[in-house]
């Protein structure tokens, strides 16, 4: 991924951020994956009155690239409006490693960016090898 590939995903996902429904938190986050085709999908998080029913924007995106018949994830750009770049959660990272071991991230907040991998958010993570 090139800068301009990773500006291009991060406009994604702050477009998708727009989208978000986040009325109880007011945290609203925006996610675009980007596929080895060079297909973006993406996701927003959508909030629940039970709030366990809470699906993040990772996960969304996570959804949408699978339900497109894409599975070969490549990047990840987030996009909140903390103060500072925000991570993926740990329910999100355990979803995104199943299918992309090596993912790149990275993260936006304001005029800052945060780059993250995958496997180094998630070490020694529970993975199929453990259900044989
Ligand atoms: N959230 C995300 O969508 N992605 C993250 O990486 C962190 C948290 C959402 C879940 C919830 O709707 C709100 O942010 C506050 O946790």
């Not at 978000?20 to 629940?48: D, I, R």
């Not at 299918?99 to 993570?125: F, K, M, Q, T």
Request: proline share 5%.
């Amino acid at each position: 991924m090139d800068d301009d590939a990773w500006d291009g995903l991060k406009r994604a996902a702050m477009n998708a951020r727009a989208h978000a429904y986040a009325p109880y938190s007011g945290f609203t986050v925006g996610a675009a994956l980007q596929t080895k085709s060079g297909a973006v999908f993406t996701g927003c998080n959508v909030e629940n009155a039970s709030y366990g029913a809470t699906i993040c924007a990772e996960r969304a995106a996570l959804a949408a690239a699978v339900s497109a018949g894409e599975r070969e994830l490549v990047a990840l750009a987030i996009a909140s409006g903390a103060k500072s770049p925000t991570p993926p959660c740990g329910i999100c990272r355990q979803s995104l490693i199943e299918l992309a071991p090596s993912l790149s991230i990275r993260s936006y907040a304001g005029n800052g960016c945060v780059e993250y991998d995958l496997a180094s958010l998630l070490p020694d993570a529970f993975d199929r090898d453990q259900l044989d």
